[in-house]
């Protein structure tokens, strides 16, 4: 919301810090893919990749329509037994400023706040959101092992 004045109504990228991505360079980047992608169906877009195990607890995880990209839930944290998927929303966003209508209207979510997933479900809902997958590593530098992880992956980088 703190966006919104100046998102003005025009489509936005949102890209957070805490998703370390290295991407697969024999295809376009990732977010300006999605902005295309945008830009060609008006669909807001998430970066999603395949995640398992407890990793699902963690994430915005998604469900689709079967066989297309396009998104019919986003559910925050489930728990691995009521997952839609094991696909995971990544921190890179393309959003249409439709999703400031959804967030001024909705209730606290999961730990108590107003959740940007639970405002991106009401799009899907709606059948306004696709998913692209990330072709590439992610790095989760919100814990101290997704930090190290990715420090370590970018020096080894380096030393090539």
Known sequence: MCAKRIV???????????????EDHSTQLVLREMASKYD???KSQLCTMAVSGSDVSKCGIVGYEDGTTQVTQVVEKPSEDVAPSNNAVIGRYVLDPMIFSHLENLQPGAGGEIQLTDAINCLAQDGCVEALRLLGERYDCGSVR???NAIMRISD???R
């Open 157 to 159: 980088r380096r030393k």
């Open 146 to 148: 997704g930090y190290t």
């Open 8 to 22: 003005d109504n025009n489509p936005f990228m949102v890209s957070l810090a805490d998703d370390f991505l290295i």
């Open 40 to 42: 060609e169906t008006k």
